[in-house]
């Protein structure tokens, strides 16, 4: 494809998104399941003029004035030339339409709309949201508008960073400033692709994961539970439960547990690729009896809580337009109940940690709150110490300080990762 087939498809899926507010992979998919002539490039053309036009949805005007919108993410974020564009544009049969002399103009104005409009590419209901947990709620924006790099986790159980570092240099690979084990692929520039990691000898040998560093640091608030029992009652496909259980160096034992049955399903073959085996994965379906063996014995119990996911706006910038305040609402409903579940395996004197991929107080600061109020036998302990202690981080790396109310915050432009909120909890013996 051309230019000019290239954007008008952009256009056609922007559309879709806003006329169906369905994940934009799914108005991605659909546009190539009708699209069979489209090659690799195209659609990696097409995906990341789509989510750049995303992150930059209000301030450029992509959910009022499309056309526009997209020249001015091409001519602002992509550095094209006018004439490339003007030329792209009017191509038939193939382009969305000659561009008139005011678009023009408009499109030109794009710089100035995205430096001074930048609180306006974040939702309006979630404005005071950020503004109670951030001092700098535009730098904040800001960050969040960037596209995110790609970070990778060293898997110890196969290998070790400079052997890694040094497979993974031809991706762009080099270490990331506070995890130990991080490894970052700076972020593609307009239409360059990603790194794909995927299909490098080291992912295949297991010696990587592709984890965010903020989500690294997470698994790491266990601190250091040598030979511990843990369980990860919120496993997912499993990233913190893989980090964990290598951090342990194959002793102790993790518990990877799921509502969602269909959730846990790659964990079996992560972690075989990834030599793990000290986990046990605990299915809702099959296995309610050994998770109600566990109940009251954990030495720690991980609750990665389903969220917001405003902390990975970044990377998934058309869930920050999905969010509506009803699922938010829904999501802290969820976080009680998950807690309430999760602490009943904690041990006396065990540990509990929570996690969200959320920045905002509402879905942390304030659910922990809750729960001490119904659970007042736990006391809240410096997330940043236990992080430190487990080993996991740079001598010498600082960490934000967890605030007045015990809360560890990771973000785009405070520590260069995805949002993450961090809380741990320690039970009365
Ligand atoms: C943020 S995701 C977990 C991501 C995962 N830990 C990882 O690192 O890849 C939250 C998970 O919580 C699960 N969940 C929601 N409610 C739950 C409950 N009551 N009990 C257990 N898991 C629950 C969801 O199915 C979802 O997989």
């Given at each position: 494809m051309r230019d000019a087939g290239r954007i008008a498809a952009a256009l056609d899926v922007l559309a879709q998104f806003e006329a169906r507010r369905v994940p934009i992979k799914v108005c991605l998919a659909d546009w190539a399941r009708g699209a069979r002539y489209a090659g690799a490039k195209d659609r990696a053309f097409i995906g990341g003029v789509v989510h750049d036009a995303l992150?930059?949805?209000?301030?450029?005007?992509?959910?009022?004035?499309?056309?526009?919108g997209i020249g001015r993410v091409l001519m602002t974020l992509w550095g094209w030339p006018e004439a490339r564009l003007v030329?792209?544009?009017?191509?038939?049969?193939?382009g969305p339409g000659a561009l008139s002399a005011e678009e023009i103009d408009a499109i030109a104005e794009g710089a100035t709309l995205a430096a001074r409009d930048v609180r306006r590419d974040w939702p309006e209901f979630a404005l005071p949201l950020l503004e109670r947990v951030n001092d700098n709620p535009t730098a904040e924006i800001e960050a969040n508008r960037a596209r995110a790099p790609v970070d990778l986790r060293v898997n110890t159980l196969?290998?070790?960073?400079?052997?890694?570092?040094?497979?993974?240099?031809?991706?762009g690979a080099v270490p990331a400033p506070l995890a130990a084990l991080a490894l970052r692929c700076a972020v593609p520039a307009a239409e360059r692709r990603g790194p794909?990691?995927?299909?490098?000898?080291?992912?295949?040998?297991?010696?990587?994961?592709?984890?965010?560093?903020?989500?690294?640091l997470a698994a790491l608030a266990m601190g250091d539970l040598a030979g511990g029992q843990i369980l990860d009652f919120c496993a997912g496909a499993g990233g913190k439960t893989l980090a964990m259980a290598a951090h342990l160096d194959n002793r102790g034992q993790v518990f990877a547990y799921d509502i969602d049955a269909r959730r846990l399903a790659p964990l079996y073959d992560r972690a075989r690729r990834a030599g793990v085996r000290n986990v046990q994965v605990l299915s809702p379906t099959s296995d309610a009896a050994r998770?109600?063996?566990?109940?009251?014995?954990?030495?720690?119990?991980?609750v990665d809580a389903p969220c917001s996911g405003a902390g990975t706006w970044r990377r998934r910038p058309d869930t920050k337009w999905r969010l509506t305040p009803d699922q938010l609402a829904t999501r802290q409903e969820e976080q009680d109940r998950v807690l309430d579940q999760a602490e009943a395996f904690v041990r006396p004197g065990g540990i509990l940690v929570y996690v969200t991929c959320s920045i905002f107080a509402e879905e942390n600061e304030d659910r922990i709150a809750a729960f001490l109020d119904?659970?007042?036998?736990?006391?809240?302990?410096?997330?940043?110490?236990a992080i430190t202690a487990s080993g996991g981080v740079h001598a010498g790396a600082v960490l934000p300080p967890a605030d007045g109310?015990?809360?560890?915050?990771?973000?785009?432009?405070?520590?260069?990762?995805?949002?993450?909120?961090?809380?741990?909890l320690r039970r009365r013996g």
């Open positions: 992150r930059y949805r209000r301030s450029l005007e992509l959910d009022t004035r499309p056309r526009i030329e792209a544009f009017a191509e038939t049969p193939h196969r290998s070790d960073l400079p052997r890694t570092e040094k497979a993974l240099r031809g991706e794909a990691i995927e299909i490098t000898p080291a992912f295949q040998k297991g010696w990587v994961e592709i984890q965010d560093e903020g989500s690294q998770l109600g063996d566990l109940t009251g014995k954990m030495d720690g119990v991980f119904r659970h007042p036998t736990y006391d809240i302990e410096d997330p940043g110490a109310r015990g809360t560890l915050r990771l973000s785009p432009a405070k520590t260069a990762t995805d949002g993450f909120a961090i809380t741990r």
